[in-house]
Nanobody, 119 residues
Framework: QIQLEESGGGSVQAGGSLTLRCTAP????????MQWYRQFIGQRRTWVAS???????RYFSAVKGRFTASVDRAKDMVYLQMNNLKPEDTAMYFC?????????????WGQGTQVTVSS
């Protein structure tokens, strides 16, 4: 079992920045592909970025160039640097640990951290 915990959310004005952090003790032992997802009110969780266990990083098109995901395996930490935030980025953000070959129903998730961007 891996317990994830996100932090770093908050309220900012459009154009501002936030850095989300995810503590994920043990994720390296499960060779997880780490994930950032977000959930808008009344909608399903949607993908934001992936950090593959081989070092590859991918982004949803709407955040590419504004968001930067990174991982510190020595500290069991994952980060999401968010710059030039827009009101449409307002959502609950979740960190996920995706073990290889496991469907999303079997991933590990944190409780989320709220990001609110005002215009």
């Amino acid at each position: 079992q891996i317990q994830l915990e996100e932090s770093g959310g908050g309220s900012v004005q459009a154009g501002g920045s936030l850095t989300l952090r995810c503590t994920a003790p043990g994720f390296t032992s499960k060779h997880c592909h780490m994930q950032w997802y977000r959930q808008f009110i009344g909608q399903r969780r949607t993908w934001v970025a992936s950090l593959d266990n081989d070092g590859g990083i991918r982004y949803f098109s709407a955040v590419k160039g504004r968001f930067t995901a990174s991982v510190d395996r020595a500290k069991d930490m994952v980060y999401l640097q968010m710059n030039n935030l827009k009101p449409e980025d307002t959502a609950m953000y979740f960190c996920g640990c995706a073990p290889p070959g496991v469907s999303i129903d079997g991933w590990y998730w944190g409780q989320g951290t709220q990001v609110t961007v005002s215009s």
